[in-house]
């Protein structure tokens, strides 16, 4: 990849307007539980996610232990999180994961993650559960931080959507 000199002293979010735009969210507010049997896929995300400002992460490798994190320290948590979720689990399919996460939590925002070679038919049965998005592997940040950003300003001008409503009622 080249670049021309006049680029490199320029601030990266500067010459790509999805960067600002994400830039411009609040993520530290926003928990996340990374689901993947993968340890290594588990930690590079969440070091990509902590670099851009999440501070609340969580991490499991199972369903089993989804759905304990999902039910003690999630449930706590105000606002509403965002689950990566590997759709390939020794335990439980993902597709089933993301379907209990969203009739326990229908305000949930769930990400698929899938392997190059994941069917479609997984996929689209997911997304019609409710998930929110898919990421194929391999991930890198600039995928995270475009699904991301997406998801993040519907879940923003949801909640100011809320709150000018209970402001005209109250």
């Known amino acids: 990849m080249s670049s021309s000199p006049d680029s490199d002293w320029i601030p990266q979010d500067q010459t790509n307007p999805s960067l600002a735009r994400f830039h411009s969210l609040n993520v530290s ?25 999440f ?15 999902f039910g003690s320290q999630l449930a706590e948590v105000k606002t509403d999180p965002i689950i990566f979720l ?8 993902g597709e089933k994961v993301a379907r209990k996460i969203m009739e326990i939590r229908p305000s949930s925002r769930v990400i698929l993650v899938t392997a190059e070679d994941s069917t479609a038919e997984s996929a689209q049965e997911a997304m019609r559960q ?10 890198g940040l600039a995928k995270i931080r475009n699904v991301l950003a997406t998801i993040l300003e519907e879940m923003e001008s949801q909640q100011r959507e809320e709150a000018e409503k209970a ?4």
């Open 55 to 69: 501070k609340s992460i969580y991490i499991a490798n199972s369903a089993k232990q989804a759905y304990e994190i």
């Open 86 to 93: 590997d759709l390939r689990l020794p335990d439980v399919p």
């Open 29 to 53: 507010v926003y928990p996340i539980l990374i689901v993947d049997d993968n340890e290594g896929v588990c930690i590079l995300i969440a070091r990509m996610l902590s670099n851009i400002g």
């Open 167 to 170: 402001a005209s009622i109250g």
């Open 130 to 139: 409710g998930a929110a998005a898919f990421i194929q592997k391999p991930i």
